[in-house]
């Protein structure tokens, strides 16, 4: 990443989680009452989660990914003790540990708010690819050629080109531009048991977390994709709000 594109990047990060957190802070209360209401227990998560990809390493001839780790705050969204169960997995569309209240807050992305923090602290970005936790991540990496590329030199983010572009797990919007090229990008070979896998909606957010990082490599093509992901960011989220 251009040394210039860097300073720059994190000077509107501490401007916009300024902003974001004096935004958030009247909405806090509301939504810490929500939350406690549907679901009594915790109203803020926090969860282990890789950043950037720090180095590539084999051991005992099998590649390992090594990436940065911090713990990400966000509100409760769903059941507690969600994973006692099942272990680490990924949320689906439908997950039934999902509660009424996070429901809504994941539609509307504002389970996010609390990451405001975790940008000022400067352990993410306002935009950049969403992180993984560390667990999946792995996996994702050995299932997905490059998928581990993603993270390289650059910090997760709250939002980013996939999040305003896909829905929540990284599937196509129906309508949208990529869409007309599902059927080449996903299930390629018509297998009947891979049919609406989440590896297929994983790679296809991979390649809008690649499409941003290559803007990284010029100032004029960074600024003007961070600002008009930062700008697009809330009519997704009160589009998304409105189930529409």
């Known amino acids: 990443m251009l040394r210039s594109v860097r300073i720059a990047k994190r000077m509107i990060d501490v ?8 935004v958030a802070a009247p909405l806090v209360p509301v939504l810490a009452a929500a939350i406690y209401l549907d679901s009594p227990g915790p109203i803020f ?36 003790d969600a994973e006692k169960k099942t272990g680490v997995v990924i949320a689906g569309k439908d997950d039934p540990r999902i509660t009424r209240v996070g429901r809504f807050l994941r539609k509307s992305r504002l389970d996010e708010l609390p990451q405001f923090w975790d940008v000022l602290r ?37 939002t980013g080109l996939a999040q305003i572009s896909l829905g929540y ?11 007309q090229l599902a059927s080449t990008l996903q299930n390629p070979y018509k297998l009947e048991e891979a049919q609406g896998s ?9 390649l809008y977390d690649l499409a941003y990082t290559a803007s990284l490599e010029r100032f004029s093509t ?19 709000a409105q189930g529409r």
């Open 122 to 158: 400067g352990e993410m970005s306002l935009v950049g690819p969403r992180p993984e936790r560390p667990e999946l991540l792995q996996d994702l990496a050995y299932a997905i050629p490059f998928f581990e590329e993603r993270m390289r030199d650059v910090k997760p983010g709250i």
């Open 15 to 22: 401007a916009g989680s300024l902003v974001g957190l004096a």
């Open 45 to 80: 998560y926090r969860q282990r989660r890789a950043g950037s990809l720090k180095e590539v390493v084999v051991e005992n001839g099998v590649r390992k990914f090594k990436f940065h780790e911090y713990h990400m705050t966000k509100f409760r969204t769903m059941i507690t």
């Open 169 to 179: 797990t990284g599937e196509i919007p129906p309508g949208s531009e990529i869409a």
């Open 222 to 240: 960074f600024l003007q994709t961070e600002l008009r992901i930062i700008f697009k960011t809330p009519l997704v989220m009160m589009k998304m």
């Open 198 to 206: 989440l590896a297929d909606d994983m790679r296809i957010k991979m």
